[in-house]
C-alpha cells in the first residue's frame, strides 16, 4: 500500500458500479487521522486484492495494523458513529468520556 510508514490501513473495497460505495467513500473521506492511511481498491483496478483478501461484496471496509491484521470490517456503508467507536476501542482515537459521537 502506499504508505507503508504509517501504522494503520483503512481500506474500502469497492467497484465502480456500486452505489452504496459512494456511501462509503463519503464517510471516508471526512477521516483526517496521521495514523491512518485510507486507500480505496477498486474492482475493476484491484482486483488481484479483492481477491487475495477474499472480498466478495462491496463495499467492504476493513482496518488493519501494520502486521496487516484485521481489527475491525464492516460490510456496507459504516456510519460515522460505528467507525468513530471502532477508532476509539482500538486505541486510535481517544476514549470519549462523554458519550458523544465523534465527528469524522
Known sequence: FDAADVPWLLALFSSDTCLSCLDAREVLAHLDLDDV???????ETDKDLHTRYAIDAVPTVVLADTDGVVR????????????????????ILPPDPGGTAVTL
Not at 37 to 43: G, N, T
Open 72 to 91: 475491525w470490517s464492516y460490510l456496507g456503508a459504516p456510519p460515522p458513529d460505528d467507525l468513530g467507536e471502532a477508532l476509539r476501542d482500538i486505541g
Open 37 to 43: 492511511h485510507v486507500a480505496e481498491l477498486r474492482v
